[in-house]
């Protein structure tokens, strides 16, 4: 079974920066795609950012500019960094690992991790 776990979550003043972790324990991570989503108190689970296995980078329109997806080429991590926070960025944050196999979607998500943006 592949587990997933973030790490990375924290409280941070407007403005201010973090670097999300996420470990996939699979042995092969590199057919992975990994994608960062996150929830807010009372609002829907949103797709932030993802990351192909080639490496290919998305985000959405909310957090170009400011925030920036990569995954190790040799290891099992991925990353997201996080700059001019704002405290409509306040949510948890999800990381999902995604592939297909014969046409199907076999995906993983972790717990969460908090991230708090407020002075």
């Known amino acids: 079974q592949v587990q997933v776990v973030e790490s990375g979550g924290d409280l941070v003043q407007p403005g201010g920066s973090l670097r999300l972790s996420c470990v996939v324990s699979a042995s092969r991570f590199r057919v992975y795609a990994m994608n960062w989503h996150r929830q807010a108190p009372g609002k829907q689970r949103e797709l932030v950012a993802g990351?192909?296995?080639?490496?290919?980078?998305e985000y959405a329109d909310f957090v170009k500019g400011r925030f920036a997806i990569s995954r190790d080429s040799g290891g099992n991590t991925g990353h997201l960094q996080m700059n001019e926070l704002k405290p409509e960025d306040t949510a948890v944050y999800y990381c999902?690992?995604?592939?297909?196999?014969?046409?199907?979607?076999?995906?993983?998500w972790g717990q969460g991790t908090q991230v708090n943006v407020s002075s």
């Open positions: 999902h690992a995604e592939r297909t196999i014969g046409g199907a979607v076999v995906d993983y």
């Open positions: 990351i192909t296995t080639h490496g290919y980078p």
